[in-house]
């Protein structure tokens, strides 16, 4: 037994010593096993970093590489119409890889790094050249395309061919580079100015020539020669009025609705093709007033100015496309003005239907609408008014000629000369009347003025000379002043000279035939004042004896008397068609005046026999 237990002692022991042994080899392979799962989560980490940072890599060398194909179109490529799509692409990725290299843009750790601002100066280097590039090339073509239009002399008016300008094709042309001219912008705004300065000086040559060729055509094929305007010198059956069928004003009108819509869609073309941040309408809109009749409506067309254009955010921007402008459609004025002076030479009242279509275009426009046509208009009205005074004082200095006369017997000849001028100025009239009206006003008062100078020269034949006259401007306005309110006031103002004219010398016919009987009334009204009636045929010279003695010298022969009173009317008057409604007038007034002699008479002397009014109307009535 102690055998066998020796011998199980024995193995115990060996087992403990062969579990101390696998215990610390256990304990070993655990801390190899520890140390390679180190070293594994190590490796992987780096290849996860490895991996992001080929991947930031990439993304950063796009950012900073040039594809080639782009870099062809923006250091050495064609600028032709067939390259531009390639040109756009390039413009379009160079702009986008510059902005995306701005600071604003990029993450802050890659700003400063060497390769970053390396190509970002690279970048800016190929941004210059294509910009002086391209700016070069379009410097030549706008001047190339003009001139070629230019040689044409097809696109202009030639003798017997009025050529309306169509620059439809340049438009369409100029389009092709309206992207390029926006990225030029966007990438140097600096290079803008000479572009706009050589497009608006090359422009402004062929709108010129259009314009002087164009107004040259229409003096050349117009039909309209000098007219006769009426005015007020020479004799009196003289200058007739002519027709205004072939008027000088229909040049004018046919100039105005041409080039006016031309002149606003380049002014509207320009500010978009040339990158103007201001508001303005669509090409479409500003178009489309028809300028083939003088007629049309000229509202929307000048809406669509953007000659100044709409309400701007911009007020810098706006300045410098009216300064463009002014450059771009400045002398054209000339040409205008040229055609205004030529038809005033040949009709003055031509201005009037000129001053009417301006003013209507003028008018047109919206409060906040200004700048160069405004400007244009403004002038053109100013100048054809200045010319239209002229014609008016002038008119007005004729007239005052006929002061400085002889005597003048009859109807002066300005009245019918004016009737004459005011109906054919009636016939002028396009759109407002102001022109005119101002006209009239200062005529007419001079003609009135001078009217009543030219009656105190012989001062008995005063109201002779007006009642004529003023019933002359009566009758040869009648029809007008029914519908002109401004004749109109004038045409009553005649009415009440006449009427007073004809007052004082029918009471003047009236007393020199009936004296005595008027005297003697007048004295009864004098005593009036101060006795009773009863107590006045008392007075010296006022008694029933002295009342019939000057009752029959005053009425005897009463035929013979209204007979030379008649003759009175008629001596010294040229207008024998005034004398019946004139001797009308005076029967009508002697009654009345008789009436109230009558009365008077009966309060005095009631048990008198005396003619009376019936008796007296009667009379009157039978010679």
Known sequence: VLQGLEIASICVE?????????????????????????????????????????????????????????????????????????????????????????????????????????????????????????????????????????????????????????HADMRYKCRTYARLLQHIKSLDKSCMIPLRKAYCHSLNLLIRRESREFSNELRNSSKASKSSTPLFEGPAGANQPASITDSPADAYTKMITVFIPLIIDESSFLAHLMCFEVTTLSQSDSSSNPNSEATSTPSVTLEASSSI??????????????????????????????????????????????????????????????????????????????????????????????????????VVPYIPRFSQLAARMEQYINGSRDLVDQAYTKIVSIMFVILEKIAQVEPKYVDIVLLENYAAFQHSLYDLANVVPTLAKYYHQASEAYEQACSRHINLVIY??????????????????????????????????????????????????INAMYRKLQKNMTAEEL?????????KEFLDKYATFLKLISKIYPDEKVTSVNEMRDILASL
């Open 14 to 166: 060996d087992m403990d010593e062969w579990l101390g042994i696998f215990n610390i080899k256990l304990r070993h392979m655990r801390e190899d096993i520890q140390s390679i799962e180190w070293r594994n989560n190590r490796l992987e980490l780096q290849s996860d970093s490895n991996v992001a940072l080929i991947d930031e890599l990439d993304k950063l060398l796009e950012l900073l590489q040039i594809p080639p194909e782009y870099e062809a179109s923006l250091t050495g490529g064609s600028f032709d119409e067939g390259n531009m799509v390639k040109n756009i692409e390039a413009c379009d990725w160079l702009t986008s890889a510059i902005k995306n290299l701005e600071a604003s843009n990029l993450d802050p750790i890659y700003v400063k790094l060497r390769a970053v601002r390396e190509k970002r100066a690279e970048f800016v280097l190929l941004k210059c050249t294509f910009v002086r590039r391209a700016s070069e090339f379009l410097r030549n073509y706008f001047p190339s395309l003009i001139d070629s239009m230019l040689n044409d002399k097809g696109n202009f008016s030639q003798r017997g061919h009025l050529q309306r300008p169509d």
């Open 309 to 410: 254009g709409k309400a701007s955010n911009n007020p810098a921007e706006l300045g410098v496309l009216n300064e463009c402008l002014q450059e771009l459609l400045d002398g054209i004025q000339e040409d205008f003005y040229a055609l205004v002076d030529w038809a005033f030479k040949l009709d003055p009242l031509s201005c009037i239907s000129m001053h009417g279509i301006t003013d209507r275009y003028l008018s047109g426009q919206k409060a906040e609408v200004s700048g160069y046509v405004h400007v244009l208009l403004d002038d053109l009205e100013t100048r054809i008014t200045i010319l239209f005074s002229r014609f008016v004082d002038d008119a007005c200095y004729q007239i005052e000629k006929y002061e400085r006369n002889v005597r003048q017997i009859g």
């Open 512 to 561: 020199i035939h009936f004296e005595k009987l008027f005297q003697f009334a007048r004295k009864i009204e004098e005593l009036m004042y101060n006795m009773s009636p009863e107590e006045i045929p008392f007075q010296v010279g006022m008694s029933k004896v002295d009342f019939r003695k000057m009752l029959k010298s005053s009425l005897a022969g009463l035929d013979k008397t």
């Open 579 to 587: 004398l019946p409604s004139l001797w009308e007038k005076c029967k």
